[in-house]
């Protein structure tokens, strides 16, 4: 069984879905990101028993990812509880997940219409086998047409017009009123009935306890700080090698020295390293806060019995530039300033000292690891020469002897917001800032809290630059229309942003994302797709510069875990090469 994807939040969920190119070899060459790095070793090699320790930031509240208090903890433990109809590969290439499927296809196209065939095997835990009743209330409950849920991640679900069962019992027969393209994203995880058949059994409830799971793994026990997932007796797929798994609740900062005192055998240190742990200011030199991020990173890597895998996430930094209000409403200024924005250099300095390809992200909507990408910012003219030419095209006069542009007697300066504490953010901040002054632009950085890093400012649009992590995610296009939409007016007047937190856009890229998401043919699909990237990229209300870092520390005696990328693990998979406090034992077969 693999699980879903990673839920990713930015001023809330953001779910940010990629259009795939057809062809797989449209990427712009050069070096490639790592797409994944896992610790691999067949069944055959992976003893039975033991507990494994894998780190979360916290408990999670809720098992039922579809509320609005789910957090990444919650995706993560429901991949080794729950059904999810599709798994994916490290280049998010979707395959039918034979646990839970014999198949999956589209059986007409007008209207839409998908069959899922259930694998007639596929239980819940309460015995109750997986039926197209549970689809049905799913989808009742996350389109609204079920009552007020409150659900969220429900894109795609709203443009279902039917759902029953098909042929045979262990059919499921799924039409669609508007055609949607990423229709293999939907009913992953898939929860019991029991849980999606009110409001209030939706709602219910702060624990982590659902009414029924289907995956190797059962749910035994919540603790404050632990989560205690074990084998599944009714699990009817390959039988898990582990006895369970203890998802434990351990600060990045603190993942280190758990590793290091053998309390936990799975551990991602991104922000452990990203953050450096120095409380470096936001104006502190750049190679400072490379230095941090350095020993972090070394720390990590001189840990005994502890491997560090190291891929590209499934997510991107990005700088957003705010063309709602401010200096950056003036679109002219807003395409030169980002022009200035050198990328490459900026990949150089965080992606090489972790032993990553410095790739620049040249897209906004597909991940440079996934079949298809293309680098579309070629569209944005982007160097300093180009930057110069166009602040002077559009009035910002150079001084003499350097220093700020002026327009009309007003020198420009702008602010750039970075999350306190990230050692990464400092660290582009400061590149970013030299760039801009070459091409005179002065930038003020500020460092906020992360808690009030969206809420009290990007949100609010109380910026003109910032620095923040973008979601990727696996199908094309689905979800990004409310983060590039044309922000519309409230009966007052004023501007309604949404989900667009740069507070730019236009009917044309609307139109094409629009199209791209209902488009069922794979190549038209990625066309449109393509061109509505260069119609961002031409607006400039955001520069991808790289995708962040996934790092994962894994304890030597275990297999199959790692830096996953966009895949996911396939739990029953996962287990111990030798068990804790014993002696290396023959490995179990099959």
Request: aromatic letters at 6%; hydrophobic letters at 45%; a negative charge.
């Amino acid at each position: 069984m693999s699980g879903s994807p990673v839920r990713t939040t930015a001023a809330g969920t953001l779910v940010a879905l990629a259009a795939c190119a057809a062809l797989t070899a449209c990427s712009s060459g050069g070096p490639a990101p790592t797409s994944d790095d896992v610790a691999q070793a067949g069944r055959g090699r992976v003893l039975t028993g033991g507990t494994l320790h894998w780190a979360v930031d916290a408990v999670p509240p809720t098992l039922n990812a579809y509320r609005a208090d789910a957090t990444d903890a919650t995706a993560l433990v429901d991949s080794a509880l729950l059904p999810a109809m599709f798994t994916l590969d490290g280049h998010a290439r979707p395959t039918p997940d034979a646990d839970y499927l014999t198949g999956a296809e589209v059986t007409s196209r007008q209207p839409q219409t998908v069959v899922y065939h259930l694998n007639p095997k596929a239980v819940w835990s309460t015995g109750a086998p997986l039926s197209a009743a549970d689809f049905a209330a799913q989808w009742k409950a996350l389109s609204g047409r079920g009552g007020a849920f409150g659900g969220t991640g429900t894109e795609g679900y709203d443009d279902i017009g039917d759902v029953r069962q098909g042929a045979t019992p262990r059919d499921v027969q799924v039409t669609f009123s508007t055609p949607y393209a990423p229709w293999r994203r939907l009913f992953s995880p898939l929860l019991p009935t029991a849980v999606t058949s009110t409001p209030a059994a939706f709602g219910e409830g702060t624990g982590t306890a659902l009414a029924a799971d289907a995956g190797p793994f059962t749910l035994k026990s919540e603790q404050p700080d632990q989560v205690l997932v074990v084998r599944n007796p009714r699990w009817w797929g390959a039988r898990a090698k582990l006895d369970g798994i203890a998802f434990t609740a351990v600060a990045p900062r603190a993942r280190v020295d758990a590793l290091r005192a053998g309390r936990l055998d799975v551990a991602d240190v991104s922000r452990a390293v990203g953050d450096g742990g120095t409380g470096i200011s936001a104006s502190a030199a750049s190679d400072a806060a490379a230095s941090a991020e350095s020993r972090s990173y070394a720390q990590v890597q001189s840990l005994s019995g502890i491997t560090l895998h190291r891929a590209s996430a499934p997510g991107y930094l990005g700088l957003t530039l705010n063309g709602g209000r401010g200096p950056l409403a003036d679109p002219a200024l807003r395409r030169a300033v980002a022009a200035a924005v050198n990328r490459q250099r900026i990949a150089d300095a965080v992606l090489t000292p972790l032993g990553l390809p410095a790739v620049p992200l040249g897209n906004h909507l597909v991940m440079a690891d996934q079949d298809g990408y293309r680098d579309d910012s070629d569209a944005l003219d982007a160097s300093p020469g180009s930057a110069a030419r166009q602040l002077d095209a559009d009035g910002w006069q150079a001084p003499a002897k350097g220093g700020a542009r002026t327009k009309g007697g007003h020198p420009l300066s702008l602010r750039l917001l970075t999350r306190a504490g990230s050692a990464v953010d400092t660290q582009v901040a400061a590149l970013v800032t030299a760039q801009l002054a070459a091409v005179g632009v002065p930038v003020v950085t500020e460092a906020v809290p992360e808690a009030s890093f969206f809420t009290d400012h990007v949100a609010p649009g109380a910026y003109d630059l910032a620095l923040f992590s973008w979601p990727g995610s696996a199908f094309p296009v689905a979800g990004e229309l409310p983060l590039y939409a044309k922000p519309g007016v409230d009966p007052d007047g004023a501007p309604v942003d949404g989900a667009n937190l740069s507070g730019t856009g236009t009917d044309e890229i609307d139109q094409l994302l629009t199209q791209a998401g209902s488009a069922l043919d794979q190549g038209a699909a990625t066309r449109l797709a393509a061109e509505a990237d260069t119609r961002i990229w031409e607006l400039a209300p955001s520069v991808p510069l790289f995708q962040n870092p996934q790092l994962v520390a894994v304890r030597n005696t275990v297999s199959n875990a790692g830096a996953f990328g966009f895949a996911a693990p396939r739990f029953a998979d996962l287990g111990f090469t030798a068990l804790p406090g014993t002696a290396a034992n023959r490995p179990a077969k099959g």
